[in-house]
């Protein structure tokens, strides 16, 4: 470690760090820490308070770890976000689910080439509320007689989010199932109250994947989805969305589950 030992000041000014406050000292109004020849350091100090702000963003704006270099908590400034704990998970990280089994009352009538949307937080619904039939869900739909499936199948974004992963598994309750097709969508929502209150439009896909083949109830399918769009602003809503292609052979138990921070 470098020392002042044995130099005058002239040789060691400008590596001493101190507070331009006409010799105060620490007072309760923030100061920056500054190096001798006035160059500013991304710190500031106060007998109350401590402040970090660099000149530049950066990634790793506040870099804190072990005596052996693991990182433990991360202020990244470029991204806005702030990570926490040897994984260096962002630490307002959160989790929504949506779901429905394959033995419940939903199934009933389920037709071949259309989306449903699935149940959100384990809520039970009397039928799936169809998001239509086409390569997409719908990018607007209308409650007619299904408020209450609806209002069962939509997550109500409160704050502003950005989606880090979702996955989602499924089941068949029969020998033969078929091939299957899942999306995430995001929606403006009617909030009005009145005889539009819950009808979705300006509806944009926020996570897909591949079909998968499902051969029945031999085993269960996993699948991580290909984020399309990550940001959710608030007032939004959010629905996961089944489809079944050509055939119904088979009722499904869907097991998704959506990973998110707030932003």
């Known amino acids: 470690m470098a020392s002042f030992t044995g130099n005058s000041i002239k040789n060691v000014y400008k590596d001493i760090l ?19 020849d006035g160059d500013s350091t ?8 401590l402040r970090v702000q660099p000149a530049s963003n950066t990634t790793a704006t506040c870099n804190m770890r072990t005596a052996g ?82 209002a069962a199948s939509i997550w109500y974004v409160m704050d502003n989010i950005t989606i880090d992963r979702v996955v989602w598994w499924s089941g068949a309750d029969a020998a033969t199932g078929e091939i299957t097709l899942a999306h995430l969508m995001e929606y403006d929502i009617d909030t009005s109250n009145g005889t539009t209150g819950g009808d979705l439009s300006n509806g944009t896909v926020l996570a897909d994947g591949g079909s998968v083949t499902n051969a029945g109830y031999e085993q269960s399918y996993y699948q991580q989805m290909t984020i399309q769009s ?34």
């Open 230 to 263: 990550a940001n959710v602003n608030a007032g939004k809503a959010i629905a996961f969305a089944f489809k079944a292609l050509s055939t119904v052979n088979s009722d499904y138990t869907i097991n998704a589950t959506v990973k998110y921070h707030l932003r």
């Open 69 to 150: 270099g693991d990182v433990l908590f991360l202020v990244d400034s470029t991204n806005d976000l702030v990570k926490a704990g040897r994984g260096q998970h962002t630490v307002n990280t959160q989790y929504a689910y949506f779901g429905v089994g394959s033995q419940l009352s939903e199934w009933a009538g389920a037709s071949a080439d259309t989306h449903y949307a699935v149940p959100f937080n384990g809520i039970t619904t009397l039928a799936l509320f169809s998001l239509g039939t086409g390569t997409n869900p719908d990018a607007s739909t209308t409650s007619t007689t299904q408020g209450d499936d609806n």
């Open 42 to 49: 991304a710190l500031a100090l106060s007998t109350n308070s």
């Open 18 to 36: 101190h507070t331009s406050n006409s010799n105060t000292g620490i007072s309760t109004g923030i100061k920056t820490i500054t190096c001798g």
